[in-house]
Structures are given as C-alpha cells and as structure tokens.
C-alpha cells in the first residue's frame, strides 16, 4: 500500500488558496482514478484505489496544515507503511514559480510548517514529496495571508498544469520511478 498525502487546511474558506495545492492535487487523482476520497479516520479523508496496479490510499489531513504529522503518523503506524518508499506528500512551495513541481526523495523542512510537523512526528526526514509551486510572496506581503491567499486567473491557468504534471509525477511514483519523475519534472521550464 502507498500513501499518497495532500496538504492544506480543511475549512471552505481555504479552498482554491496557494496553501491547499497539496488538497487540489489529491482531488485531482481521485477524479482520475474515480476514488471517492470521503472517509473520516486518522483525522483526515481518505479514500482507496489502485494507481497503475498499486494499492494506493489518498489522505488529506483534517488537522490544519501545521499540525499535519499527527494525522500522517497515525495513517503510517495503522497501515504499518515504510514512509521511506511506501508514503509521498504532496504540498505547496512558495520558492518554485507557479505550477513548477521539485520532487525529492526526502529532505529538509524548508520553512513549510505542515513538512516541519511531519518530520517531527515520523522522526524522519526520508521520505518523497512532490513540492509544487505557488509562487514567491510579494516583498511588503505577510507570509500567512499570502499562503491563504487565491491565485489570480493567469496564475491559476499555470495551476491546471501544474496539477496535471503532479498527477503524472505521483503515478511514476507509486509504481516505483522516482528518478524517472525528478529528471522529467525537476527541470526548469523554457518560458
């Protein structure tokens, strides 16, 4: 079984804002693979499927971002994964331009408080992730309203794909081609 973990934050208010791109993502998968994502348990929504012969389970935390480990350690321990190759987070970054996907193998925090919760719950900072893009905050902007801020029209074009490319990226994954996603997604985009 993978675990495939979108974050954000659960309240209507927060729906369509750069900080629930991780959410946005896992919406996409579960259209795609016609998964209904609408169980409540281990403080998040999640729903089964199977993604290119892979059991998968999609989550989304029901914690608010910053508190987003205790979920994903609680789904880890019940469904007893290996979070190093069995659990991908998938989560917004305000460092890569709009739409842009990074994908690692594991790694640091990097400022994001929902990251800095899991690594301190799973005691590990080994595990994939697909970062995807939001865009820089705007000098004089406060960081908390710029995440919980909505994209404009151009930005949420760039969004579409983003989304899509995130979704091919987390099929590669699951079943088992990690590299094969960092070389094609991890290249910057030609303008």
Known sequence: MFIIAGLGNPDR???????????????????????????KKHRACIGKGIIGG???????????????GESIRSLVDYYKIDEENE???VYDDISLDVGQLRIRAKGSAGGHNGIKNIIAHLGTQVFPRIKV??????????LADYVLGHFSKAERERMEEGYDNAVRAAEMI???????AMNE????KKE
């Open 174 to 180: 699951v079943t088992g081609q990690l590299n094969e």
């Open 54 to 68: 892979q059991k998968v389970l999609l989550a989304k935390p029901q914690t608010y971002m910053n508190l987003s």
């Open 13 to 39: 208010q927060y729906e369509g804002t750069r900080h629930n791109a991780g959410f946005d993502v896992i919406d996409r998968i579960a259209e795609k693979y016609n998964i209904a994502v609408d169980t």
């Open 133 to 142: 893009g939001v865009g820089e905050k705007p000098k004089g902007y406060d």
């Open 87 to 89: 659990l991908l987070v």
């Open 185 to 188: 997604f991890n290249r910057k």
